[in-house]
């Protein structure tokens, strides 16, 4: 069978397995000193499809360990009972046709595997699509957001040059303007009537607060919020529509390219003029280099944290034990952090097999996708005890939520930080708050509650 790839080429299959088997290559190769790293992958494309996916074409997820989802509507919600049931059922690693073949490992150990072993997977794409990065895309070892695109040796130069901006003596300083953003959102929220008012604790409180903060560290207008929620939802969420039609995506490109150039005829003291000033080894760093980091900074800084709140507050809502035990002993707050960390971790990324491999009696192909379900390594009880139940103060908590591996989350000092003072600040404002309608959850890698209703029981005043 074809199908089309964008720019027009035509691409051969053999459906038997889903692999692809012959390219047709329309357009000439790059430079001379030009090292594809997918062997197969169709030459000329920024973007190509193995298989054309349409969900309408597989229906409603049949069974989770041969056809797997995690944009299934129903997956989200229902996440850990999904991983427990695989587990349970001998499945450490499952599988699914869709997207043009993908495996998702499992267990604690499975996870822990693929994110170490750079050889034979890559972070080439860490966003499972219908479309696999082309040999026109910023090739490997780059990728084009890096440096969670980007594998040894450039990730470890691409990191170092972020790691400073994120290291605790540059975040700490943001704690009050933190705070006094989480309660201008509270008193935004007008009169409160105990046992009556119902807000949205996710739309009108968790959204804002990580987007508004990464905006500010990077000198972009608060009023472009919106853009970046918007191109955030596209890069994660519409993952199964034609590459190449996610406008916001072309859109934020223009933003950010008009926002360099502005950086560089003005430079001033934020996160932009800093990446548009680093080198590596005596080179700046081109402007598609650091035009990707900004990309990233976005994408990795808004839907996790703002998951990672609406989770834990949803988690506030229906344990009035755990709430109260935070107001009372506010030291806890240290293990709890880590607990909604673990318990609700957000945030699953994906790699693309590098070469063909064997893993645990899976054959693996090159461009097969690997999810990498870190929340579901948290919940995995070989590695924690009662991984299942909430415990506030748990102390033994080594978890995953920020990743394993050499692309460990470098935000997380940031992540932690506005999750404290997010959780703090709405208890502190209201002692007591219930559920009270029917949570939306957000579709695909990233977890966490998009509509969370919940009704105030009890104001500070
Ligand atoms: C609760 C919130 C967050 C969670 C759970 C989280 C989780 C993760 C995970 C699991 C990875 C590893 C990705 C992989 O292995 O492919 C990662 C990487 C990364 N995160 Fe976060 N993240 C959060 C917040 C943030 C924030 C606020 C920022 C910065 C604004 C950020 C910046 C990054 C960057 C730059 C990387 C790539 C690191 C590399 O490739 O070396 N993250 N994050």
């Known amino acids: 069978m074809t199908e089309t790839v964008d720019r027009g080429e035509t691409v051969q299959h053999d459906k038997a397995d889903g692999h692809s088997q012959t390219a047709t290559p329309a357009a000439p190769r790059r430079g001379a000193d030009y090292v594809p790293t997918f062997g197969d992958s169709p030459e000329g494309t920024d ?132 705070r006094q953003l989480c309660n201008d ?25 990580p987007v508004n903060v990464i905006g500010r560290m990077l000198g972009f207008p608060s009023e472009d919020e919106d853009l970046f929620r918007r191109f955030v939802h596209d890069a994660l ?62 994408i990795a800084g808004i839907d996790t944290t703002w998951s990672a709140i609406g989770s834990s507050l949803w988690h506030l809502a229906q344990h009035p034990e755990d709430h109260q035990r935070l107001l009372d002993d506010p030291d806890v707050m240290t293990f ?30 090159q461009d097969d996708w690997v999810l990498l379900p870190f929340p579901a390594a948290n919940r995995d009880p070989a590695k924690f005890d009662d991984p299942d139940t909430f415990i506030v103060d748990r102390e033994e908590n080594r978890h995953a939520a920020f990743g394993l591996g050499i692309h460990r989350c470098l935000g997380s000092n940031l992540a932690r930080l506005e999750l404290k003072v997010a959780i703090e600040e709405f208890i502190a404002r209201f002692p007591r708050f219930e559920l009270a309608g029917d949570v939306r959850w957000s579709v695909g890698q990233i977890r966490g509650p998009r509509e969370l209703p919940v009704r105030i029981l009890d104001a500070a005043d």
Not at 245 to 263: K, V
């Open 47 to 178: 973007v190509w499809q193995r298989v054309p996916y349409d969900p309408d074409d597989y229906g409603p997820v049949s069974d989770y360990r041969t056809d797997f989802d995690h944009a299934a509507p129903e997956y989200n919600p229902v996440a850990p009972e999904i991983w427990k049931e695989l587990r349970e059922s001998g499945c450490p690693v499952a599988h699914s046709d869709r997207y043009g073949g993908m495996w998702v490992p499992i267990t604690h150990e499975t996870v822990n595997e693929v994110a170490y072993d750079t050889e034979n997977f890559t972070s080439r794409s860490v966003v499972v699509s219908v479309g696999r990065p082309g040999d026109l895309a910023l090739p490997a070892p780059i990728g084009g957001v890096p440096p969670i695109t980007s594998d040894p040796p450039f990730h470890g130069m691409a990191r170092r040059l972020l790691l400073p901006a994120f290291a605790p003596k540059k975040i700490e300083p943001w704690e009050p303007e933190i």
């Open 336 to 365: 709890a952090l880590e607990e909604f960390l673990r318990a609700y971790a957000p945030v699953t990324m994906a790699r693309l097999v590098a070469k063909d491999n064997d893993f645990h009696g899976c054959p693996m192909k």
């Open 237 to 298: 969420e519409r993952i199964t529509e034609e590459p190449g039609t996610r406008e916001g995506m072309e859109d934020l490109g223009n933003y950010i390219r008009a926002q360099i150039d502005d950086h560089r005829a003005n430079p001033r003291d934020d996160l932009t003029s800093y990446l548009l000033d680093v080198e590596i080894e005596g080179t700046p760093v081109s402007d598609e280099v650091v035009g990707g980091m900004i990309v990233l900074l976005l």
């Open 185 to 209: 959102l509270l008193d935004r929220m007008g009169d409160i009537v105990p046992g009556e008012t119902v807000i949205d604790a996710a739309v009108q409180y968790a959204q804002h607060i």
